[in-house]
């Protein structure tokens, strides 16, 4: 399975980066006013940015809903970079663009998908990644985690290549079973990638052996 970031903040790009474990990075609109990125120019930049810090796809989300705005934005963020992933919603318009950016080469991220149904059209569009929201379906009294199951079942009955993105992860143990459920990628906060790290054997083992180090 591989990792992403779900952020739009530098700092932290770089901290997952420097991990060494880090495979990509997603951002949207509400990750992007966090850091107080305003305007078209500075937004692109920002974008271009983060191509430089990492080497893997980088998703860039358009802000239009209707077909010929969401290509031709959609155009706009794929020039920046190869490594651009053109992030659009599970709308009608957003599944003809997908379709439109299949067909024309350019990589796709389907995103706020919270249904089965809504991951087989977003296949059938040919989107290289489609994003389950896994955190707000738990908001909402559902199982986040049951969904890539099943969409991962689904893929694999009929073959699918779109990859699974779990997205809106909110802790470690979302990733873990993001991982037994057949996920392809997960998407995550910088703390919940350092949450793996923790464990307090870890800790107490690693003191213990520090302190006989010293006996050596
Ligand atoms: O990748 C989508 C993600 O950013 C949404 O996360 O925590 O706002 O539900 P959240």
Redesign the pocket.
């Known amino acids: 399975m591989k990792f992403f970031i779900?952020t739009a903040n530098l700092a932290q790009i770089k901290e997952a980066n420097d991990l060494g474990v880090l495979d990509g990075v997603?951002t949207?609109p509400?990750?992007m006013a966090k850091e107080g990125i305003k305007g078209e120019a500075n937004i692109l930049k920002h974008y271009e940015t983060i191509c430089e810090l990492v080497d893997g796809p980088i998703s860039a989300e358009v802000l239009s809903t209707e077909f010929n705005a969401i290509v031709e934005e959609g155009k706009k963020l794929a020039a920046i970079h190869p490594n651009i992933v053109v992030k659009v919603p599970m709308i009608k318009d957003g599944i003809k663009a997908l379709k439109w950016f299949t067909d024309n080469g350019i990589k796709t991220n389907c995103?706020l998908v919270f249904s089965a149904g809504q991951a087989i059209l977003a296949a059938k569009a040919g989107a290289t990644f489609v994003?389950p929201?896994i955190?707000?379906i738990d908001?909402s009294n559902w199982d986040g985690v049951e969904l890539i199951a099943q969409i991962a079942q689904i893929y694999s009955i009929q073959g699918f290549k779109t990859e699974i993105l779990a997205?809106?992860?909110?802790s470690p143990l979302h990733i873990i079973k993001c991982a037994e459920a057949g996920a392809d990628i997960c998407?995550c906060?910088l703390d919940s990638i350092l949450g793996l790290l923790k464990h307090p054997l870890t800790d107490i083992g690693l003191a213990k052996f520090l302190e006989d180090a010293k006996k050596m």
């Open positions: 779900d997603t949207n509400s990750l995103t994003s929201f955190g707000r908001d997205a809106s992860i909110r998407t906060p």
